[in-house]
């Protein structure tokens, strides 16, 4: 594999290329000397598979940019002394695989070349993640809290990937349930590099809430949601079920392209209802809709939500009015939901014994049954053995 790496200072150049030599022998490493608004110049015709490239600010970016449409095959990795989130965004619109502090350290040039190195040789064994899509039979029936709730309680799975796609574009606030960290990127960020959508932008853009839980928020600014085409969420939803285990959409009410493209692409729809009239009048429209567009019964999960045992419309009720069976009824409990969306953090870390969190714990066995115990465990237990 060719590399150049190009720095402003020739004997750093040098000293650089040595550094990643040393990361694996194979690799045919030159040095050059340059600012990164030159390039063009540097590269001059050599078309190494990866750049490495030292000393670049938001006027390299430009630079950058300008090359990965000339060619788009080639891989950059930046060493920059900025590390602001308005730099950090605009390297990944720029096409830049990786932005690494300045001053370099040896071990982490030398680990994102060797990850560089992977990605091209042999990609990793694409995932079939499931697509779990979630849908408002009205607005308020809180279809947003338990999508995000039960992406949660499935990433509680150290052995699962769980990512969350907020398509509610213009008023989505997936993110906010989640976390209260400022996101650095979003859908329509995503949508406008779609030529170059692969498992790391799609990665650098989502929202880190733990090791294995992710979140790609909406848009901030609503003139932004308009730029997202259906063939853009088509293409993000294969790219993330490609590289995670459960893909969990909030899809929002609008029966537009981008939500049928969504749907038409969930392995589950989960429309989410509560007992009153208006909600169950609407659950009807969705059940409708779903016959038009010729889904199976087995595709749709129905979820009722704020459920009490007392009510005046039941379950059963529903049930006769749908012609279909309720899935699951999420029981409601209002306190440990409240503090859960104001605070930020998923409710089956708020709020572990609440009836709202074993219910959505339930639904989440259902989807990603645990793994049976081998038998010396099931032995060990009968006798309280660890």
């Known amino acids: 594999m060719k590399i150049k790496v190009v720095s402003p200072h ?190 790391e932008l799609l990665r650098s853009a989502m929202l880190p809430v733990r090791d294995n839980l992710m979140v790609l928020p909406a848009p901030d600014d609503l003139a932004h949601a308009f730029e997202v085409k259906a063939s853009h969420v088509g293409a993000i939803i294969k790219q993330a079920r490609s590289i995670f285990d459960f893909v969990v959409i909030d899809v929002g009410r609008s029966m537009d392209a981008l939500t049928l493209q969504a749907l038409d692409l969930a392995d589950r729809i989960f429309p989410v209802v509560q007992l009153t009239l208006p909600h169950i009048r609407d659950a009807k429209r969705l059940r409708d809709l779903f016959r038009s567009l010729g889904y199976p019964a087995s595709k749709i999960h129905w979820l009722v939500n704020r459920h009490e045992k007392s009510g005046e419309i039941t379950v059963e009720a529903l049930e006769s009015t749908l012609g279909a069976t309720v899935f699951k009824a999420i029981p409601n409990h209002y306190g440990a939901v409240a503090g859960a969306v104001n605070q930020g953090v998923p409710i089956d870390r708020l709020a572990r014994h609440s009836p709202v969190t074993k219910a959505l714990q339930d639904i989440a066995r259902h989807l990603a049954p645990p793994p049976a115990a081998a038998p010396k465990e099931r032995w060990l237990g009968l006798f309280g053995g660890r």
């Open 10 to 199: 020739p004997q750093q150049a040098e000293t650089l290329a040595d550094l990643v030599r040393q990361s694996d022998s194979g690799l045919d490493v030159v040095s050059a000397s340059g600012a990164p608004a030159d390039l063009p110049l540097v590269v001059n015709g050599s078309r190494p598979a990866l750049l490495v490239i030292e000393g670049v600010d938001l006027a390299g970016l430009e630079a950058i940019e300008r090359l990965a449409l000339l060619h788009p095959d080639v891989d950059t990795l930046v060493i920059s002394d900025d590390a602001s989130p308005a730099f950090l965004l605009q390297a990944m619109r720029s096409g830049v695989r990786e932005v690494l502090p300045a001053p370099i350290n040896a071990q982490a040039l030398q680990a994102a070349v060797r990850r560089t190195v992977r990605k091209r040789a042999a990609p990793a064994q694409a995932r079939l993640g499931q697509v779990l899509a979630f849908v408002a039979s009205k607005g308020g029936s809180g279809a947003t809290f338990l999508a995000t709730s039960l992406a949660s309680c499935l990433a509680a799975r150290s052995d699962l990937q769980v990512a969350v796609l907020d398509l509610n574009l213009q008023f989505g606030d997936a993110a906010l349930f989640l976390s209260d960290a400022r996101p650095v990127s979003n859908v329509a960020e995503v949508a406008r590099n779609i030529a170059r959508l692969d498992a």
